[in-house]
């Protein structure tokens, strides 16, 4: 059974469309990430959620908005694509723990959007 | 801030031999915790070990153990015995702070790949 699973895995389009990336997670965890990871293969987190509350948005361009209808999913909507946007897309998620426990982060497959 | 640092250029082992892969990292907060991931080529995210701040012992899972050395803020990965399959990009992170807003730092990255 997938843990962490995104939809679609590939997505092309065209500059300017509005796309959304879906995730779900099936270990029952409470915090959910997005993270960007561009050409060079740098990974950096864009946003957090913990039992569907935004926690963490790093600066990222209001054009991306994620959702969490639930604890188990987390969706990314990107609106107006650019150029730059074109990345590869990893939905993450991990159990909060307190000082000394392992909150490891388990990531799904990935989405790889290329905007033409 | 946290920061993550890799700097080995792309690294080469022979099949069987052992391996080390660096990884340095600055942070003021005293509880975090280092993780490695593994991205081979087909491009998922695998989690490989987990060291926490308070941990006293190395950790090891299988083949990989972390070569922890607080003081000098280093959290290198060791493979033991590599393995064709262990060709793949490397990823050191770490996790601070814990709770709600932790999330984690990467380092560039490091690739591996094994000789037959």
């Known amino acids: 059974d997938t843990a962490v699973s995104q939809t679609p895995k590939y997505l092309v389009t065209q500059m300017g469309n509005d796309k959304s990336i879906k995730c779900e997670q099936n270990?029952?965890?409470?915090?959910m990430y997005w993270y960007k990871q561009d050409s060079k293969k740098f990974l950096k987190i864009m946003f957090s959620?913990?039992?569907?509350?935004?926690?963490i948005n790093e600066t990222v361009p209001n054009r991306f908005s994620p959702k969490s209808p639930d604890k188990a999913h987390l969706n990314l909507h990107i609106n107006s694509l650019e150029l730059g946007d074109s990345a590869v897309y990893f939905c993450?998620?991990?159990?909060?723990?307190?000082?000394?426990?392992?909150?490891?982060?388990?990531f799904g497959p990935g989405t790889r959007l290329t905007v033409l | 801030a946290q920061k993550i640092t890799q700097t080995q250029p792309g690294m080469f082992v022979q099949e069987k031999e052992a391996v080390t892969l660096d990884c340095t990292y600055d942070?003021?907060?005293?509880?975090?915790?280092l993780f490695w991931y593994k991205q081979p080529s087909s491009g998922e995210m695998i989690f490989l070990i987990y060291?926490?701040?308070?941990?006293?012992q190395n950790a090891t899972e299988g083949r990989y153990s972390l070569n922890f050395q607080k003081a000098r803020k280093s959290a290198n990965l060791v493979i033991s015995a590599s393995q064709l399959g262990d060709s793949a990009m490397y990823f050191c992170?770490?996790?601070?702070?814990?709770?709600?807003?932790?999330?984690?730092?990467f380092g560039k990255g490091i690739t591996l790949s094994v000789r037959p």
């Open positions: 959620y913990n039992n569907k509350e935004l926690i």
């Open positions: 993450a998620s991990s159990q909060l723990l307190g000082i000394g426990g392992t909150d490891t982060q388990y």
């Open positions: 942070t003021s907060d005293p509880s975090y915790g």
């Open positions: 060291q926490g701040s308070y941990d006293q």
């Open positions: 992170a770490m996790r601070a702070p814990t709770g709600a807003n932790s999330k984690l730092t």
């Open positions: 270990l029952g965890h409470d915090t």
